[in-house]
């Protein structure tokens, strides 16, 4: 038996659910049932392993559940019996695996007919072996919201014969483009939402990070998934530092840099490299890039932006969106000076009306003019438009009167 | 596995004899491919929207009107049933479809024979 924590048991979950619900698509063709014995497996581990211990052959275990949860269902409903019965026979005590079964089970789960949020959850689910009571909460909705979602996404896998397959060659660019935002909305969701104390019972980035490591492994010659894997790794090589005293957010120009994870920059460097050698720069690629430049500067003053402004500009020009172009307007600010950076702000406002961090943005371009009481009402927008307590605590300290001569005194 | 393919597109759209010509013949290229794939089942192009008429319930008794059942710009112009072997080859299919300046809704269909009640009913 092995050390029964959340984390031994996520990791078991991350090696053997893929791959044994892939194996049950496969053999009874029929994505709902697959998903939900594997699914009932999980529940069952979750209550026994804490308690038991992690068996020996934990897939083995897993299998064995599920079968008899299929048992059971069989009993119960005559409707599945023609599938089961090819469980049942067919069930050797490994069912024969396959590596690529866990593809195809990240694609189909990842479909572009399936709505984006309900992929993440199929994916956490059948891919991770996340429970939906761990989904709904780690995306703040309720259980049953989240059950529904996933319920209506497993049904329009087998109404619409959405098909268990890597796809072909033509689709693959851009079946792989839905692949890796919906990995990477797993990461955010893990980065932005875990605030200071990371008590939560599963840590999205961890789970984001495996993923995207094996999908790349399972297709090396894709540059912008090896690209997405150096962009989470640059994310996480600062996670320790964004958070002072208080949980508040830690902007990066006041980061501890000595402490981010330098080994993890050099690796995200290196497969940045081996990426640009596979293919031409795409939107994950230059995103890593950026975030390379920030980590290998040794102080915030030696960022060089000039470098961040032309790979945004690049950014821009394959995804005109009005996020990306306020971020490059932050950089347009380093090397243009604020009243460039000002414009660029103002022609989004109809745009990004909605959005925190416009105006957490324009707030710190007001200070810049002195327009402290237009910063002071900016800054109270963003903390109208935000729900994260981190992101709260750094804007609301912003507003503190003391606070705000020591983050003005930062600034210089 | 059947697919309806229901082609929407904004009748307000005028097009001279020499546009009109081009695009039916890329669309016979189309149909030409599919049909040779064995996958054309069959479909039909509509008269306008301004033709329609739609006939509602109203406490048991049919009400007959003028027009689409959904005053819209976008309408549907036409359909097309593919037998298709899974929802990417019926959206291959489509994304062949030459008109880029329409809207096509795959559906599914339901395979009758296979069902002892007719859900629609």
């Known amino acids: 038996m092995n050390d029964p924590t959340s984390e031994a048991i996520n990791a078991v979950f991350r090696n053997e659910v893929a791959l044994i619900c892939g194996s049950l698509v496969r053999i009874t063709g029929d994505f709902d049932l697959a998903e939900d014995l594997v699914q009932d497996a999980v529940v069952i581990a979750l209550q026994k392993w804490p308690v038991d211990g992690v068996p020996e052959r934990p897939g083995a275990w897993l299998l064995q559940t599920a079968r008899r949860r299929a048992i059971d269902r069989l009993r119960r409903d005559s409707a599945y019996r023609s599938k089961l019965q090819l469980l049942t026979d ?134 912008e998934v090896i690209s997405l894997l150096a962009l989470m790794r640059l994310h996480e090589s600062r996670r320790a530092t964004r958070f002072g005293a208080g949980g508040a957010l830690v902007l990066l120009r006041d980061q501890d840099r000595a402490h981010w994870d330098h080994a993890a920059i050099a690796e995200a460097g290196a497969l940045l490299e081996q990426a640009r050698r596979l293919g031409s720069p795409g939107p994950y690629w230059l995103q890593a890039a950026i975030a390379a430049c920030h980590a290998e500067a040794p102080t915030f003053e030696d960022t060089d932006w000039p470098q961040i402004l032309a790979l945004y500009g690049a950014l821009v020009r394959l995804n005109p969106s009005p996020v990306v172009r306020l971020n490059r307007a932050i950089a347009l600010e380093h090397v243009a000076g604020p009243a460039a950076a000002m414009e660029e702000l103002d022609a989004l406002r109809v745009d990004l009306d909605g959005y925190h961090l416009y105006w957490a943005t324009r707030a710190e371009l007001l200070r810049r003019f002195g327009r402290l009481d237009e910063a002071a009402a900016a800054d109270r927008r963003a903390i109208e438009l935000t729900d994260n307590p981190s992101e709260r605590a750094l804007l609301e300290a912003r507003l503190d009167p003391n606070a705000l001569r020591a983050i003005g005194a930062n600034n210089n | 596995m059947k697919y309806m393919l229901l082609f929407i597109k904004d009748e307000t759209e005028v097009l001279d004899e020499a546009e009109l010509k081009a695009r039916y013949a890329a669309i016979d290229v189309w149909f030409g491919e599919i049909g040779r794939d064995g996958k054309l089942q069959g479909g039909e192009e509509l008269q306008p929207s301004s033709t329609a008429t739609t006939i509602r319930w109203r406490d048991g008794s049919p009400l007959v009107t003028d027009g689409p059942f959904m005053e819209s710009k976008e309408t549907v112009a036409g359909f097309v049933t593919v037998d298709a072997t899974d929802l990417d080859d019926a959206i291959a299919i489509t994304k062949r479809w030459p008109v880029k300046n329409q809207t096509v809704e795959i559906r599914p269909v339901i395979a009758h024979e296979a069902m002892p009640n007719h859900p629609a009913g």
């Open chain 1, 90 to 223: 067919g069930w050797a005590p490994e069912v024969h695996q396959d590596p690529d079964d866990r593809l195809r089970l990240i694609f189909t789960c990842c479909h572009p007919a399936i709505a984006r949020d309900a992929q993440v959850a199929l994916t956490l689910r059948a891919v991770m072996g996340m429970t939906t009571s761990q989904i709904a909460h780690a995306f703040l909705v309720s259980e049953a919201t989240m059950a529904q979602r996933i319920v209506r996404a497993k049904r329009k896998i087998v109404d619409a014969h959405i098909p268990y397959r890597v796809p072909d060659e033509e689709a693959l660019p851009e079946r792989l483009a839905e692949v890796l935002a919906a990995l990477y909305i797993v990461f955010n969701e893990g980065y932005l939402g875990s605030g200071p104390d990371l008590a939560t019972s599963r840590d999205l980035c961890t789970d984001a990070l495996w993923l995207c490591g094996l999908v790349a492994r399972m297709l090396p010659a894709e540059p």
